[in-house]
């Protein structure tokens, strides 16, 4: 009787928590090749079989970049495979450029700062919020062998600094 009572509220905790943010995809790559300046939130705008795919978590971000087209803000090299239900008419190409949502004021932001400087648009992830597909977009700069190298080092010094201080708070 006691496990049927802890089972059952176990069922209704998970039904009474918010749903949050649900990553699909993550660019990892993009953080290692480039430096990444600023972030925002972008909607993308989807079919019905391609949202459906997403929503089984398969979508690969390795090759995307995003670029100002004809005033518009397009999404290149975004790959989601059909999916399984949806066969000739229901199917989209899973290649194909998608267009992705920013205000205007954004919009204009990203095409003075890449005209100006040698800046890509790159997305960083893919994720559903409150139940729409969102894209995190990150205005970054290349870098070189030498700049990743030194990024990995910064890194790992700042891991075995965290350690040594968490070892010496524990063991003291």
């Known amino acids: 009787m006691a496990q049927a009572k802890r089972?059952?509220?176990k069922r209704d905790a998970k039904k009474a928590e918010p749903p949050g943010d649900r990553t699909v995809a993550s660019n990892r790559r993009?953080?290692?090749d480039y430096e990444i300046l600023e972030t925002t939130e972008c909607g993308i705008v989807l079919q019905g079989s391609e949202v459906k795919s997403l929503r089984e978590g398969k979508?690969?971000?390795a090759d995307a970049y995003a670029r100002v087209d004809g005033g518009e803000l397009w999404l290149f090299g975004l790959h989601i495979p059909q999916w399984k239900f949806a066969a000739g008419f229901g199917s989209?190409?899973?290649d194909r450029k998608r267009k992705l949502l920013v205000h205007r004021r954004e919009l204009e932001d990203f095409v003075e700062k890449t005209r100006s400087q040698p800046l890509t648009l790159i997305p960083l992830k893919l994720y559903f919020?409150?139940?729409r597909a969102k894209v995190e977009l990150g205005l970054a700069r290349g870098r070189k062998l030498y700049d990743?190298?030194?990024?990995l080092m910064e890194r790992e010094t700042q891991?075995?600094?965290e350690r040594a201080i968490r070892?010496?708070?524990r063991w003291g």
């Open 148 to 151: 990743k190298r030194q990024a």
């Open 7 to 9: 089972t059952k509220a």
């Open 92 to 94: 989209h190409d899973p």
């Open 129 to 131: 919020h409150e139940g």
């Open 30 to 32: 993009a953080r290692h």
């Open 167 to 169: 070892d010496h708070a």
């Open 159 to 161: 891991r075995e600094t």
């Open 59 to 61: 979508a690969q971000l």
